[in-house]
Protein backbone atom coordinates (compact mmCIF):
# COMPACT_ATOMS: atom_id res chain seq x y z
CA UNK A 1 0.00 0.00 0.00
CA UNK A 2 2.82 2.11 -0.05
CA UNK A 3 2.44 2.44 -3.60
CA UNK A 4 0.88 4.99 -5.74
CA UNK A 5 -1.98 4.23 -8.23
CA UNK A 6 -2.98 5.66 -10.94
CA UNK A 7 -6.23 7.94 -11.10
CA UNK A 8 -6.98 9.64 -14.46
CA UNK A 9 -3.95 10.25 -15.25
CA UNK A 10 -2.26 11.29 -11.93
CA UNK A 11 -0.04 9.27 -9.50
CA UNK A 12 -2.01 8.90 -5.98
CA UNK A 13 -1.88 7.69 -2.44
CA UNK A 14 -3.96 4.79 -1.79
CA UNK A 15 -6.11 6.23 0.70
CA UNK A 16 -6.70 9.40 -1.75
CA UNK A 17 -7.80 6.91 -4.42
CA UNK A 18 -11.58 7.31 -4.10
CA UNK A 19 -14.72 6.79 -6.50
CA UNK A 20 -18.30 8.57 -5.90
CA UNK A 21 -20.92 6.11 -5.08
CA UNK A 22 -23.01 7.30 -8.07
CA UNK A 23 -20.74 6.36 -10.51
CA UNK A 24 -22.64 4.46 -13.27
CA UNK A 25 -19.85 1.69 -13.36
CA UNK A 26 -20.49 0.97 -9.55
CA UNK A 27 -24.27 0.43 -10.12
CA UNK A 28 -24.45 -1.29 -13.50
CA UNK A 29 -21.41 -3.23 -13.79
CA UNK A 30 -20.22 -0.77 -16.38
CA UNK A 31 -16.40 -0.69 -16.39
CA UNK A 32 -13.70 -2.87 -18.24
CA UNK A 33 -10.39 -4.49 -16.73
CA UNK A 34 -7.41 -5.89 -17.21
CA UNK A 35 -5.59 -8.12 -14.88
CA UNK A 36 -1.60 -8.53 -16.01
CA UNK A 37 0.93 -10.32 -14.24
CA UNK A 38 4.68 -8.81 -13.09
CA UNK A 39 7.59 -10.85 -12.60
CA UNK A 40 10.71 -9.65 -10.86
CA UNK A 41 13.33 -10.95 -13.41
CA UNK A 42 16.85 -10.26 -13.03
CA UNK A 43 16.62 -7.87 -15.85
CA UNK A 44 14.08 -5.70 -13.85
CA UNK A 45 10.39 -5.53 -13.25
CA UNK A 46 8.51 -7.94 -16.31
CA UNK A 47 5.22 -6.38 -16.87
CA UNK A 48 3.68 -9.52 -19.10
CA UNK A 49 2.92 -8.77 -22.56
CA UNK A 50 1.99 -5.40 -21.42
CA UNK A 51 0.88 -4.28 -24.57
CA UNK A 52 -0.76 -7.28 -25.85
CA UNK A 53 -3.16 -6.55 -22.58
CA UNK A 54 -4.10 -2.60 -23.44
CA UNK A 55 -5.07 -3.53 -26.94
CA UNK A 56 -7.76 -5.56 -25.51
CA UNK A 57 -8.25 -2.73 -22.76
CA UNK A 58 -9.16 -0.55 -25.21
CA UNK A 59 -11.18 -3.24 -27.56
CA UNK A 60 -12.98 -3.69 -24.35
CA UNK A 61 -14.10 -0.86 -23.93
CA UNK A 62 -15.40 -0.09 -27.66
CA UNK A 63 -17.58 -3.07 -27.02
CA UNK A 64 -18.99 -0.74 -24.36
CA UNK A 65 -18.76 2.19 -26.39
CA UNK A 66 -17.01 3.80 -24.11
CA UNK A 67 -14.17 6.56 -24.97
CA UNK A 68 -11.11 6.14 -22.83
CA UNK A 69 -9.17 9.52 -22.84
CA UNK A 70 -5.91 8.02 -23.50
CA UNK A 71 -4.12 6.39 -26.04
CA UNK A 72 -2.42 2.62 -25.79
CA UNK A 73 1.18 4.58 -25.12
CA UNK A 74 -0.22 6.50 -22.66
CA UNK A 75 -1.95 3.36 -21.02
CA UNK A 76 1.66 1.75 -21.46
CA UNK A 77 3.32 4.17 -20.22
CA UNK A 78 0.73 4.69 -17.11
CA UNK A 79 1.14 0.92 -16.15
CA UNK A 80 4.91 1.31 -15.92
CA UNK A 81 5.06 4.30 -13.74
CA UNK A 82 2.90 2.32 -11.43
CA UNK A 83 4.86 -0.86 -11.10
CA UNK A 84 7.75 1.79 -10.31
CA UNK A 85 6.70 2.51 -7.77
CA UNK A 86 5.33 -0.64 -6.17
CA UNK A 87 7.03 -2.65 -3.48
CA UNK A 88 9.01 -6.16 -3.84
CA UNK A 89 5.17 -7.60 -3.44
CA UNK A 90 3.47 -6.09 -6.01
CA UNK A 91 3.07 -8.15 -8.70
CA UNK A 92 -0.08 -7.54 -10.25
CA UNK A 93 -0.98 -5.10 -12.43
CA UNK A 94 -5.20 -3.91 -12.26
CA UNK A 95 -6.16 -1.50 -14.93
CA UNK A 96 -9.83 -0.44 -15.02
CA UNK A 97 -12.08 2.00 -16.89
CA UNK A 98 -15.68 2.67 -16.08
CA UNK A 99 -18.28 4.80 -16.67
CA UNK A 100 -18.62 7.99 -14.06
CA UNK A 101 -21.04 10.24 -12.48
CA UNK A 102 -23.92 11.69 -14.60
CA UNK A 103 -23.06 15.60 -14.53
CA UNK A 104 -26.50 16.07 -13.19
CA UNK A 105 -25.97 13.30 -10.40
CA UNK A 106 -29.07 11.50 -12.29
CA UNK A 107 -29.13 7.49 -12.06
CA UNK A 108 -29.97 5.37 -15.13
CA UNK A 109 -28.69 2.86 -17.17
CA UNK A 110 -27.82 5.00 -20.53
CA UNK A 111 -24.25 6.26 -20.36
CA UNK A 112 -24.13 8.25 -23.36
CA UNK A 113 -23.60 11.16 -21.45
CA UNK A 114 -21.29 10.07 -18.74
CA UNK A 115 -17.17 10.22 -19.21
CA UNK A 116 -14.63 7.71 -18.43
CA UNK A 117 -12.43 7.12 -15.46
CA UNK A 118 -9.70 4.97 -15.75
CA UNK A 119 -7.45 3.49 -12.55
CA UNK A 120 -4.36 1.19 -12.55
CA UNK A 121 -3.29 -0.54 -9.40
CA UNK A 122 -0.45 -2.75 -8.97
CA UNK A 123 -1.10 -5.03 -5.83
CA UNK A 124 0.10 -8.62 -4.39
CA UNK A 125 -1.83 -12.31 -6.24
CA UNK A 126 0.64 -14.58 -5.07
CA UNK A 127 0.08 -17.83 -5.93
CA UNK A 128 -3.82 -17.83 -7.26
CA UNK A 129 -5.01 -21.28 -5.94
CA UNK A 130 -2.14 -21.64 -3.71
CA UNK A 131 0.58 -23.02 -3.60
CA UNK A 132 -0.71 -26.93 -2.66
CA UNK A 133 -2.96 -26.85 -5.87
CA UNK A 134 0.02 -25.91 -8.02
CA UNK A 135 1.78 -28.91 -6.40
CA UNK A 136 -0.32 -31.37 -6.31
CA UNK A 137 -3.31 -30.53 -8.54
CA UNK A 138 -7.07 -28.38 -8.15
CA UNK A 139 -10.76 -30.24 -7.64
CA UNK A 140 -13.09 -28.89 -9.96
CA UNK A 141 -16.63 -28.99 -9.96
CA UNK A 142 -19.14 -28.34 -13.00
CA UNK A 143 -21.31 -25.50 -11.91
CA UNK A 144 -24.82 -25.72 -12.33
CA UNK A 145 -24.68 -22.40 -13.18
CA UNK A 146 -24.79 -21.83 -16.99
CA UNK A 147 -21.32 -19.48 -19.36
CA UNK A 148 -23.45 -16.59 -20.87
CA UNK A 149 -23.95 -17.48 -24.54
CA UNK A 150 -22.05 -14.88 -27.04
CA UNK A 151 -26.02 -13.98 -28.24
CA UNK A 152 -26.17 -12.36 -24.22
CA UNK A 153 -22.89 -10.72 -23.62
CA UNK A 154 -19.43 -9.99 -25.84
CA UNK A 155 -17.35 -12.48 -24.06
CA UNK A 156 -14.55 -11.51 -25.72
CA UNK A 157 -14.22 -8.30 -23.49
CA UNK A 158 -13.49 -8.15 -20.24
CA UNK A 159 -16.16 -6.19 -18.66
CA UNK A 160 -17.32 -6.02 -15.03
CA UNK A 161 -20.58 -6.85 -15.15
CA UNK A 162 -19.70 -10.32 -17.09
CA UNK A 163 -17.84 -11.83 -13.79
CA UNK A 164 -21.17 -11.38 -11.54
CA UNK A 165 -22.12 -15.38 -13.48
CA UNK A 166 -18.40 -16.37 -12.01
CA UNK A 167 -18.73 -15.20 -8.85
CA UNK A 168 -21.64 -16.87 -8.41
CA UNK A 169 -20.28 -20.16 -9.60
CA UNK A 170 -16.85 -19.49 -7.91
CA UNK A 171 -19.28 -19.32 -4.74
CA UNK A 172 -20.98 -22.77 -5.32
CA UNK A 173 -17.65 -24.51 -5.99
CA UNK A 174 -15.90 -22.81 -2.99
CA UNK A 175 -19.48 -24.16 -0.66
CA UNK A 176 -19.44 -27.89 -2.44
CA UNK A 177 -15.96 -28.38 -1.10
CA UNK A 178 -13.85 -27.82 -4.58
CA UNK A 179 -11.34 -24.92 -5.84
CA UNK A 180 -12.89 -23.90 -8.72
CA UNK A 181 -15.92 -24.27 -11.17
CA UNK A 182 -16.05 -26.01 -14.60
CA UNK A 183 -18.45 -23.35 -16.89
CA UNK A 184 -20.26 -25.23 -19.66
CA UNK A 185 -21.88 -23.23 -22.33
CA UNK A 186 -25.68 -23.43 -23.31
CA UNK A 187 -25.05 -26.31 -25.60
CA UNK A 188 -23.89 -28.20 -22.77
CA UNK A 189 -19.94 -27.93 -24.23
CA UNK A 190 -16.77 -27.05 -22.11
CA UNK A 191 -16.50 -22.98 -21.87
CA UNK A 192 -13.91 -22.29 -19.34
CA UNK A 193 -13.52 -21.85 -15.36
CA UNK A 194 -14.79 -19.13 -13.37
CA UNK A 195 -11.46 -16.73 -14.49
CA UNK A 196 -9.38 -19.37 -16.41
CA UNK A 197 -9.44 -21.37 -20.08
CA UNK A 198 -8.70 -24.80 -19.41
CA UNK A 199 -6.88 -27.60 -21.68
CA UNK A 200 -6.90 -31.17 -21.72
CA UNK A 201 -4.33 -33.53 -23.05
CA UNK A 202 -4.74 -37.34 -24.21
CA UNK A 203 -2.91 -39.28 -26.55
CA UNK A 204 0.11 -36.30 -26.69
CA UNK A 205 -2.12 -33.97 -28.12
CA UNK A 206 -3.46 -30.75 -26.85
CA UNK A 207 -7.25 -29.76 -26.66
CA UNK A 208 -8.86 -26.32 -25.80
CA UNK A 209 -12.77 -24.46 -26.33
CA UNK A 210 -12.70 -22.39 -29.09
CA UNK A 211 -13.60 -18.83 -28.69
CA UNK A 212 -17.18 -19.32 -30.47
CA UNK A 213 -17.89 -22.07 -27.31
CA UNK A 214 -18.50 -18.50 -24.87
CA UNK A 215 -14.48 -17.73 -23.38
CA UNK A 216 -12.33 -15.31 -23.36
CA UNK A 217 -9.06 -15.44 -25.48
CA UNK A 218 -6.94 -15.73 -23.12
CA UNK A 219 -3.06 -14.09 -23.22
CA UNK A 220 -2.16 -16.88 -21.48
CA UNK A 221 -3.74 -19.19 -23.58
CA UNK A 222 -2.61 -17.91 -26.20
CA UNK A 223 1.25 -18.52 -24.61
CA UNK A 224 0.78 -22.20 -23.58
CA UNK A 225 -0.87 -22.68 -27.26
CA UNK A 226 2.33 -20.85 -29.05
CA UNK A 227 4.74 -22.86 -26.30
CA UNK A 228 2.79 -26.31 -27.38
CA UNK A 229 3.35 -25.89 -30.95
CA UNK A 230 6.93 -24.99 -30.31
CA UNK A 231 7.47 -28.35 -29.09
CA UNK A 232 5.72 -30.10 -31.52
CA UNK A 233 2.60 -30.83 -29.97
CA UNK A 234 -0.67 -30.72 -32.25
CA UNK A 235 -2.91 -27.80 -30.09
CA UNK A 236 -6.29 -27.71 -31.46
CA UNK A 237 -8.96 -25.80 -30.88
CA UNK A 238 -12.46 -27.82 -30.15
CA UNK A 239 -15.58 -28.13 -28.98
CA UNK A 240 -15.06 -30.58 -25.78
CA UNK A 241 -17.05 -32.57 -23.25
CA UNK A 242 -17.36 -32.50 -19.94
CA UNK A 243 -17.11 -36.85 -20.05
CA UNK A 244 -13.55 -35.71 -22.68
CA UNK A 245 -11.98 -34.38 -19.80
CA UNK A 246 -13.15 -37.11 -17.26
CA UNK A 247 -11.29 -39.27 -19.37
CA UNK A 248 -7.94 -37.20 -20.50
CA UNK A 249 -4.60 -37.86 -19.49
CA UNK A 250 -4.03 -34.51 -18.33
CA UNK A 251 -6.21 -31.02 -17.78
CA UNK A 252 -4.92 -27.72 -17.13
CA UNK A 253 -6.04 -24.33 -16.24
CA UNK A 254 -4.23 -21.20 -17.67
CA UNK A 255 -5.02 -17.29 -16.65
CA UNK A 256 -3.23 -14.37 -15.67
CA UNK A 257 -3.99 -14.91 -12.03
CA UNK A 258 -3.74 -18.82 -12.34
CA UNK A 259 -1.19 -19.00 -15.00
CA UNK A 260 -0.80 -22.56 -14.91
CA UNK A 261 -2.86 -24.82 -12.67
CA UNK A 262 -2.95 -28.37 -12.84
CA UNK A 263 -6.09 -30.14 -12.44
CA UNK A 264 -6.29 -33.00 -10.17
CA UNK A 265 -10.21 -34.33 -9.86
CA UNK A 266 -13.17 -33.60 -12.11
CA UNK A 267 -16.68 -34.02 -10.19
CA UNK A 268 -15.27 -36.61 -8.01
CA UNK A 269 -13.01 -38.01 -10.88
CA UNK A 270 -9.52 -38.51 -10.87
CA UNK A 271 -8.09 -37.25 -14.23
CA UNK A 272 -5.43 -39.50 -15.39
CA UNK A 273 -3.27 -41.44 -12.44
CA UNK A 274 -3.73 -38.10 -10.26
CA UNK A 275 -0.26 -36.50 -10.93
CA UNK A 276 0.75 -33.61 -12.77
CA UNK A 277 1.49 -34.81 -16.14
CA UNK A 278 4.41 -34.33 -18.01
CA UNK A 279 3.18 -32.21 -20.62
CA UNK A 280 1.80 -29.87 -18.42
CA UNK A 281 4.80 -29.55 -16.31
CA UNK A 282 6.96 -29.31 -19.58
CA UNK A 283 4.75 -26.44 -21.09
CA UNK A 284 4.45 -24.95 -17.45
CA UNK A 285 8.49 -24.82 -16.88
CA UNK A 286 8.55 -23.31 -20.20
CA UNK A 287 6.10 -20.40 -19.78
CA UNK A 288 7.47 -19.51 -16.01
CA UNK A 289 10.91 -19.22 -18.50
CA UNK A 290 10.03 -16.90 -20.92
CA UNK A 291 8.12 -14.49 -17.93
CA UNK A 292 11.17 -14.46 -16.16
CA UNK A 293 13.08 -13.19 -19.30
CA UNK A 294 15.22 -16.45 -19.61
CA UNK A 295 14.28 -17.62 -22.92
CA UNK A 296 15.11 -15.26 -25.89
CA UNK A 297 12.78 -16.94 -27.96
CA UNK A 298 10.09 -15.16 -26.03
CA UNK A 299 11.89 -11.79 -25.76
CA UNK A 300 9.20 -9.44 -26.76
CA UNK A 301 6.63 -10.90 -24.35
CA UNK A 302 8.66 -8.92 -21.96
CA UNK A 303 8.16 -5.00 -20.76
CA UNK A 304 11.11 -4.65 -17.94
CA UNK A 305 10.46 -1.85 -16.10
CA UNK A 306 13.36 -0.48 -13.92
Not at 59 to 72: E, I, R
Not at 114 to 121: A, F, K, Q, R
Not at 160 to 174: D, M, P, R, T
Request: hydrophobic share 40%.
Amino acid sequence: MNSKIWMDGQLVNWEDAKVHVLAHGFHYGTGVFEGIRVYHTPQGKNIFRLREHMVRFLNSAKVLQMKVPYTLDELCEACRQVVRTSGPEGDYLRPIAFYGVHPEFKIGLNPSKLGTNVSIICTHMGVYMGKDKVEQGANLVTSSWEKYSNRAAALNAKICGHYVNSVIAKLEAIQRGADEALMLNGNGTVAEGTGENIFMVKNEKVFTPPVSAGILEGITRDCIMTIGREFGYDVIEKEITRSELYMADEVFMTGTAAEISPIKTIDGRVIGDGSIGQITKRIGRSFHAAAMGEDPKYAHWLDIVK
